[in-house]
């Protein structure tokens, strides 16, 4: 790890499961950063993760994080339908943003959250942590150098070991903009261009209280890119054998594919077959070293004053893909996109 | 291989490639099975294969072979515009049928043709050779016998290594009827279940010659099935890494899974990565023993008098979705189809 | 497949297994070869395979076939203790030979045998059929074209899926002599190298019959080649998940490795792992190919008049090899071989 | 992770690579551990980690830090030539010990060591990181287990990806007890057994500077086992691919293998073959989560009071084994191995 003079002074806005993993890689492995405070409107949660990782400010109002001068930047791990407001302020009070995804679920509140990190100049990454997973990453720059010549088709498999809880899926926005907006991303970041129509089938297979919530379980959603590219997404709540993650781009000079990574290197070969081993579990484990580098561009966007490689724009067209994908649900036909 | 009393006389109808390749597995690996004449409108073509094969009856006129009161079947390879007109005159003159796909590029002719099979009682199978690929049909029945629950959702890649040449493109009907027809079938086939809808999106992004033939080389098409499972196939007129033929079917209790075999199980390790052999390159290689067991299959239910696994009814429906989905791609939206 | 002009007339002695399999090989797939007859101690066994090839000679004795003139070549497939004995005579009837391995469990015999093909100066090739399946050949042709640099280790892989009948174990000669024969010969092939010394261990660790008949059923040959790289070989008489046949040639610029081919390119993910298919079963499975392909040199090497790429030299030295590893057994220590 | 109430305060003796790679992880990732000191006959080193971790005590000789009371283990990472004497005053200081491999090169030193360990009842684990890699653990686990039946054959290939510096092979002890060593653990591990017999055979085929050192660079060992399986290791100090580190255990029920992990999940399908990664480059990478296991082991038997799985013993056996590698190559003969 190279080792940098400067340091960059973070406040972690939430501390559930995705805040306290940012916490701690933040702690322990990025060098140039310094966790000074936390918050959390469950003021148990905060001082617990403060103890654990020796944090010295610990508040129940993200406000009093905004407000310390010390604090450089925030880390907005906070509900969905908090982070628009939060953007906002922390803009309004210098701070640079790292925000997870979705930036909200009412495209009018993105634009306004947009518009004040815009005014006051300050970085705004979102957390579409899987550009930073280095198979994708690899695949990705392969296309970018013309290895696989002019995409023409573009695959992407997505799917969850498991449905979350009905109350989460509830209040998730739907399936297209929980869990699609990742594969969204995805689509764009492959091949640098922007999709200009799509189409969204799907239906509820897996579990019928989320059909009962409004929502679907299954989908599949073709895409038209703008340089001519078609592709195909599917989703599905529920594969038995674990996370499955995939994606494939092909054109005209070849294909480039990324497979699971497994649990282990095992292979056992017995009288009936042989077996190896399922996927890693989720995303916290498939994605672990995808957490740790986008925290790191994010710290070193700050340090090297350049713009953040996943912004603002980029998290407001995924959620525009989300809202395009249900209207493509309920008509049963194409949908343009108004890309800006 | 289990020796039969009886034998199957035959009649090979077209002795260009696929013609001479069913002439060969009959004549040396069927048992049951006894060439007994071949024809073609290019006679020399028809002695050719005569004299290689042994074969003592050769006619330009397949009518000929019709007439012969000792052939009990023929093989019909001739160009796809023939095949309805020959089926209906084999089945008038008693003769059990193998038809290359597709019956007809017309529907009325299709209907002519099944009407006239089933008038003659005769037996009739569509040379839909992948569903006799040991991979596909183990696929198939894995899921047919629950191993992976209910099918959620079905992903066909169907890729040609090569365009055929641009004069047999004019005349094939279209990617949908020369291509995805095959596809179409492997969708069926799979889940032992109709596709009450689709919706197809392609362009031509290979060889701008087949756009200018009024065709497009890349395709995409979303199926629907009866029982609310979902598939998509995506389909290439060139892969530059060979015949990409790959299938999959997710369920609710795992997938399953059917790639490419290689051409050779070599893997080299080298300074700069790990290389192993691309797919077998084409039909032919590929589809060596489907032709072959296909084959078989014609014989033997022949031999059993039994009615042929994959009939004139599969060859109508794959014809049908063919339409289908060019009727989808000009409107730009789900066609249904009329089964029945 | 090649049309030639010339034909070769072929007598098979012996119509076990695999007479039967190059009967059929000749018979059917191999251009410029007429199968014209056979022979059987056991007549009802020639009488059937000529019955279903439609061979015009029959013949209870191999003599006949030897002084049949217009016999050009003869597949030896009799039991291994008649080998030797065929080679000469048929050497000295000025028949092209092919012979099963190995020529003969007894050195001497071998070099008579040698002698008299020498001094008639007709063709020989011995049946070491895996040089021919198209993995092997292609990681050897690898390897000679340094594609992995000098080599420095090969590691071949050698079990079969059961052991064979206690009976036939009793006549074999041993496991070096039965099966690392062809493990000795594939040793020097991939490398076009002699194995200067070698070292063998085993024991009796599969089934205690093996044993009691005087031989071993699992070993580990050491291999020290002429240029200073290093062998190892691994055989077990029996391997639950079926024929494993694997190699590696490992040398300064990288590996090149060949795996097992799969009954089927199947793979269902399910909630517990991921299965795959075992290997083809047994050596007419794996080596189908091979079988053909060596038929092929050896009706060439008739048609065009060049020496067999494996010949009487490569028969003598694998079962020189196999008694130098009985004897390394039984000392405990490395034995050298006198190669010329 | 789960928070315990105790902590275990740890020194750390040596600064270097690993030492480093030991220190961080318990710092940051190991719970219950709290690193209060740092030695370094390179002061500057001690002093650049207790800095960059925040580590309060920092000496240059290490016994300050086995005088310190506070101190309740020690993870002795100095030159393999101090290790022994180390070991000793460490438990005569009544602190626990985990020690880098080798204990020593010298089997007196060994011995001593151990009996100063066994006096003073301290704990003493040795850093076979590999038993500890998720791959072989889950291998062991299903030998054990008796998933594959009673195991017949053990398989072991160690290749580096380049030589150590040729100043380091010099003081190294030579290839068997610097690199084979951790392979010797390997084959005991993995079987619960020990080898009761082996033979080494091995040169110089890599580097002609690792010759005139008196060392090889390429060996073969064949392994006897106490219950009658046979082993084979083999040993390259360069793949140009990078880390080759695989195993198999081949038994009367089956054969577990493990493969190596890849850089990336990516595939390139392009014209001429299929691409992908090269494994993992070399220990530090490839046994991440393993230096990461075996110090949360060591850790936890101090806290749950119960021996370490690797202990003094083991480290002995390895040693010796080593030196009956020697014996062997030098004898060209097998050597018998005294266990106690």
Redesign the interface.
């Known amino acids: 790890m190279i080792?940098r003079v400067e340091t960059v002074n973070l406040g972690i806005i939430g501390t559930g499961r995705i805040g306290r993993l940012h916490a701690r890689n933040l702690?322990?492995?990025i060098s140039g950063a310094k966790v000074l405070g936390v918050s959390d409107i469950l003021e148990k949660s905060a001082h617990e993760v403060a103890s654990?990782l020796e944090i010295p400010v610990v508040e129940k109002d993200y406000r009093a994080l905004l407000e310390n001068e010390e604090i450089d930047a925030v880390v907005i791990c906070s509900s969905t339908d908090t982070h628009a407001q939060i953007i906002s302020e922390a803009a309004q009070s210098g701070k640079h943003i790292f925000c997870e995804k979705p930036i909200a679920l009412e495209l009018d509140k993105i634009y306004q959250a947009l518009a004040a990190v815009e005014k006051a100049g300050v970085k705004l990454q979102v957390g579409f942590n899987r550009r930073f997973d280095?198979?994708f990453k690899?695949?990705k720059d392969?296309v970018r150098k013309g290895?696989?010549?002019?995409p023409?088709?573009v695959?992407i498999?997505s799917?969850d070991p498991e449905p979350p809880p009905i109350g989460y899926v509830k209040v998730s926005g739907g399936i297209f903009l929980d869990m699609t907006i990742h594969d969204f991303d995805m689509a764009r970041y492959l091949l640098d261009q922007e999709v200009v129509e799509l189409?969204a089938?799907?239906?509820c297979?897996?579990d019928p209280t989320i059909g009962e919530a409004g929502d679907i379980d299954?989908?599949?959603v073709?895409l038209?890119y703008e340089e001519?590219?078609?592709g195909?997404i599917?989703n599905?709540r529920?594969?038995?054998?674990g996370y499955?993650q995939r994606i494939e781009v092909?054109g005209?000079?070849?294909?480039?594919?990324?497979?699971?990574?497994?649990?282990?290197?095992?292979?056992?070969?017995?009288?009936?077959?042989?077996?190896?081993?399922?996927p890693l579990f989720f995303f916290v484990e498939r994605y672990k070293e995808a957490y740790l580098a986008e925290m790191e561009e994010f710290i070193n966007c700050i340090l090297e004053n350049r713009k953040p490689s996943v912004g603002g724009r980029d998290g407001k067209i995924a959620v525009e893909m989300g809202y395009a994908a249900k209207e493509s649900l309920s008509k049963?036909?194409?949908v343009k996109l108004q890309i800006n």
């Open positions: 080792e702690k322990y492995q654990q280095p198979s690899k695949a392969l290895t696989i010549g002019t023409h088709l695959r498999t799917r189409m089938v799907g239906s297979l897996v299954t989908a599949i073709t038209k001519g590219a078609w195909t599917d599905s529920k594969a038995v054998y499955d092909f005209s000079e070849g294909c480039v594919m990324v497979g699971n990574p497994r649990q282990t290197e095992v292979t056992v070969k017995g009288a009936e077959d042989i077996k190896t081993d399922k049963g036909s194409f």
